[in-house]
Structure formats: structure tokens, C-alpha cells
């Protein structure tokens, strides 16, 4: 019994040596503050290790930025009153001031205030894919706040738990005057809005979360501009509204939105006295809601429904969607004047003008089952033309035939024989016809005593009074002869 009580207890103690490691490491991969610190161009590897014990590293690039890059999770203590910054918005260099490039590297960073705050150029990455920015303060703050001259962010979780403010909270906010780029990332603003622009933002990537998806505001001396450009790959996924827009008689935020993604109840929402359709201008992307009181004059708007779900596309996305219907589907045209779409999908016009479904009109009010012509590879013919035809009876490629001879058998002496004329192209073939026997057989040439007729009679006279001629002057030549002689 006792060799028993001492093996658990050595089992015990073992046991407890190998998880102190384990236990030591978990306990120093995360470092807390007291508060954030400022990084610049001067920051050196000492101030880091000073401030928050060796949870970043800072590198000097070749193209004149600066990387820090973490090597721990940080989290800003309770009370903390100044966020982790970069830059200094009052460096002489103003907005040429060297960028600096914040890393992730997997790690997270953690507030009850303003977690991260640009104030010159920053760039914002995640080399491993799992790092996080996360505001938990329960106020109306925001987890990344752009406060300097241009921020640019291509990965990373930005996650916002504040107060639930569609007007002041969200996982990134722009203010007033700055430049924003989204290039990838993810954005949680939970109850409020997953972005809040007072600047300007260009969004070309990236998942949107929250009650609300963007919110463009209105600044006391300038108006957020939020925008998704047509190759835009952004997907907003928000409770209430996509859009929302802010401000008053005066000025307000806008949005233009020419790609993307947004699944939302409603489209569009505002603040304050202010009329949306003055401010959102759709001319792309895709909609769980009907966006036509925003979409823009002459765009093209479509709405997809499968199995009594409808998705709603504009300007070149609605084309896309329309490729992407199947048998069964329908498709209701609410603006533009042509489309093309699968075999045997339904097509309503809405459009209040006829328009054209694969080349067919489509009155106003009407509705077809489109067809797509599946042309034969086969060539059809008749006496004349040859040509392509699909199922449904119609024709393509009608061409006249191009013939030539063909001979089936060569004539010989006796035997006749037969050749045929052919098109080229699509192998129509005429009737044979007779080729006569040549009727002779091949014999030696013998050579011939008899001299050649030419067959020109064209100088007999002349030849003729030649020799009358010759033979009057031999006749005068004898009588003369014959003179002189009998004088002698």
C-alpha cells in the first residue's frame, strides 16, 4: 500500500514539472501596460523593451518605412488614457513623414480605450492571419482610430464592444481630413456600425459585421466619403441597415457604392435631418434588400429570386448574377434594356419600356421562359445553302455551297465513266454524271511518207504570176537567141 501512495505521489510531481513550462509560457505571451506608447522613425529597440518588456520588435526597412512587428499579445490596463500610436500628426514632415507598418504576426492587442491610434502613415498587417485589435471599454470608442494622414489596412480582426452607437462606435473610424484604404481584414462592430468615416475611405476588401455596416458622418468642417469601387470584393453583413448617412440641411456623409457585397434587411439608414437618396448613389454590386431608390439612372438592376428568395444586383454585377441563374429561377429586370441569361430561366420586364431577353423583345409587363439556341456541330443542307441548326428549328451560318468536280471513275476506251460535283465546306454531294468512253486505245505512232498539209492557201495567185512571168522571160530569151543567131 505504501509502494502504491509513493508512485502516485511521484506521478503527481511529475506531472506538475512537465506542465510548468507549458504554464510559464502561456503566462509570459501576454504582457500588460499601463499605457500605450508612441512609435516612430526615433523609436528604438530599448524604449520597446522598456515599455511593454520585449512584446515588439522594430525593424529599419530599405524603402524607408519602419516595421513593428509583435512578438506578444499587449493589453492596455484599466485606466489606461493613451492608445498604443504611431506617428506624430505634428511632425514637420506632415504627411511625408516615414510610414510606419504595424504586424500583428498573429498576436492580439487589447483596450478599454482607443486601442490603436494613427497619427501619421500606418499600414496594418497580419503575417500569421489570427491577430486581433479588440476595444472592450463598453463606451463610444473604436478599436483603430485614424486620426493622422493615411492608414491602410490588409488583414487582421478588428473587433469594437463599446456602447452600441451606431453614430460613435465601430471597430475602425476615420476622422476628419484623413485617407483610408481597406484592403482585406475583418470588422466587428457588434451593436453599432462596423466602420465610421468622418474622411475618406476606399474599400476594396474585407468582411463587414455589426448592427450596421458603414456609416459616413458629417465633420464640423468636412463630410465622410465612403467608398466601394466597382472591383470591390467587400461583404458587409449588417442587423439593421448597410448604409447609414448622417448630418443635415448643410452637408452629410455619403456613399457610393459600385461593388461588393451587402446583406442587410435594409439598405440605407440616416442620422439627423438628412435624405438618403441624396446622399447614396448604388451603381454595383449585390443586395438582399431592393436597392432601387438608390441605384442610379441608366444602371442596370436586376432581382434573382431561388426558391422565394431574392437577391438583388446593379450596373456590371447584374449581368453576373443574371449568368449564375439556373432552370427554374426568375429573373426580374427593374432597369436597363438587355440582358442574356441561362436556358429555360423566367424573365419578367419591369423596366416600363420593352427590352431584349437573348436577343428576343420583351414588352413591358411581359414574361418568357428565355431560351438559349444550342446550335448543331453537324452542318444541315439543301440543294443550295448549308448551314448550323439549333433544336428549336432556328438557323446560323447560312452560306451557299462552294462546289467542286469530283471524279468517281475514269472513262477508259470503251467504258464510261462518272464524277460528281461537291460543296467543300459542308460535303453536300450532287448527282453523278457521265464521263463518254474516249472511244480510241493506245498505238504505237508510226511515221508518216506523206508531206504535211498546212492548209495556207493564202499566196497561190502570186506564186502563179511568178511563174507566168519567168516563163515569158525564158520564151523572149530563145526568140532572141534565135535572131542573132540567123543574122550571122
Not at 510548468?20 to 523593451?49: C, H, K, L, R, Y
Not at 483610408?180 to 475583418?186: D, Q
Not at 443550295?384 to 472513262?411: L, P, Q, R, V
Request: with cysteine.
Amino acid at each position: 500500500m505504501k509502494k502504491r501512495k509513493w508512485l502516485a505521489s511521484l506521478l503527481a510531481v511529475v506531472m506538475v514539472l512537465a506542465m510548468m513550462p507549458t504554464m510559464a509560457f502561456a503566462a509570459g505571451d501576454t504582457v500588460e501596460v499601463s499605457n500605450g506608447m508612441t512609435f516612430t522613425s526615433d523609436t528604438t529597440q530599448s524604449d520597446i523593451d522598456t515599455w511593454a518588456n520585449s512584446a515588439a520588435i522594430i525593424t529599419n526597412n530599405t524603402d524607408g518605412t519602419y516595421t513593428v512587428t509583435l512578438q506578444k499579445n499587449i493589453t492596455l490596463q484599466q485606466g489606461a488614457t493613451s492608445p498604443i500610436t504611431f506617428g506624430n500628426y505634428w511632425d514637420a514632415a506632415g504627411a511625408k513623414q516615414p510610414t510606419m507598418i504595424l504586424d500583428l504576426n498573429g498576436f492580439t492587442v487589447s483596450g478599454k480605450t482607443i486601442v490603436i491610434s494613427n497619427m501619421g502613415n500606418l499600414i496594418i498587417r497580419d503575417s500569421k492571419g489570427t491577430g486581433q485589435v479588440v476595444y472592450d471599454g463598453g463606451k463610444y470608442l473604436a478599436a483603430v482610430q485614424n486620426a493622422g494622414y493615411s492608414l491602410t489596412i490588409e488583414g487582421g480582426t478588428f473587433e469594437c464592444n463599446g456602447a452600441n452607437s451606431a453614430a460613435y462606435n465601430a471597430a475602425i473610424s476615420a476622422a476628419a481630413s484623413t485617407k483610408t484604404v481597406v484592403n482585406g481584414g475583418v470588422f466587428d462592430g457588434n451593436g453599432a456600425g462596423a466602420l465610421i468615416a468622418y474622411g475618406d475611405v476606399i474599400v476594396n476588401s474585407g468582411t463587414f459585421n455589426g448592427a450596421y455596416g458603414v456609416v459616413s458622418k458629417k465633420a464640423s468642417n468636412s463630410s465622410g466619403n465612403i467608398i466601394f469601387p466597382e472591383t470591390s470584393t467587400a461583404v458587409v453583413n449588417a442587423e439593421k441597415m448597410a448604409f447609414v448617412v448622417q448630418g443635415d440641411d448643410t452637408a452629410a456623409g455619403t456613399i457610393s457604392a459600385n461593388g461588393g457585397t451587402f446583406n442587410a434587411p435594409n439598405v440605407v439608414g440616416k442620422i439627423g435631418n438628412v435624405t438618403p437618396q441624396d446622399q447614396v448613389v448604388i451603381a454595383g454590386g449585390s443586395y438582399t434588400a431592393d436597392p432601387s431608390a438608390f441605384v442610379a439612372d441608366n444602371t442596370a438592376l436586376i432581382g434573382l429570386t431561388n426558391n422565394g428568395t431574392t437577391q438583388y444586383a446593379a450596373g456590371g454585377d447584374a449581368q453576373i448574377m443574371a449568368d449564375s441563374a439556373k432552370e427554374g429561377d426568375t429573373i426580374t429586370v427593374l432597369q436597363g434594356d438587355k440582358i442574356t441569361v441561362p436556358d429555360k430561366v423566367t424573365v419578367k420586364n419591369q423596366t416600363g419600356s420593352e427590352i431584349t431577353v437573348n436577343g428576343e423583345t420583351v414588352q413591358n409587363g411581359a414574361e418568357i421562359e428565355a431560351h438559349v439556341h444550342n446550335y448543331s456541330t453537324e452542318w444541315k443542307f439543301d440543294d443550295t445553302n448549308h448551314w448550323y441548326e439549333c433544336s428549336c428549328g432556328d438557323k446560323t451560318d447560312i452560306a451557299a455551297h462552294t462546289f467542286k468536280w469530283i471524279t468517281d471513275e475514269e472513262a477508259t476506251a470503251t467504258e464510261a465513266g462518272s464524277k460528281h460535283e461537291e460543296c467543300t465546306v459542308c460535303g453536300y454531294a450532287k448527282a453523278a454524271v457521265e464521263i463518254p468512253a474516249t472511244g480510241t486505245t493506245e498505238q504505237p505512232t508510226k511515221p508518216s511518207t506523206d508531206a504535211p498539209q498546212t492548209g495556207d492557201n493564202s499566196n497561190m495567185i502570186v506564186w502563179v504570176a511568178v511563174m507566168l512571168m519567168a516563163g515569158a522571160g525564158m520564151a523572149g530569151t530563145i526568140v532572141y537567141s534565135r535572131k542573132r543567131k540567123h543574122s550571122r
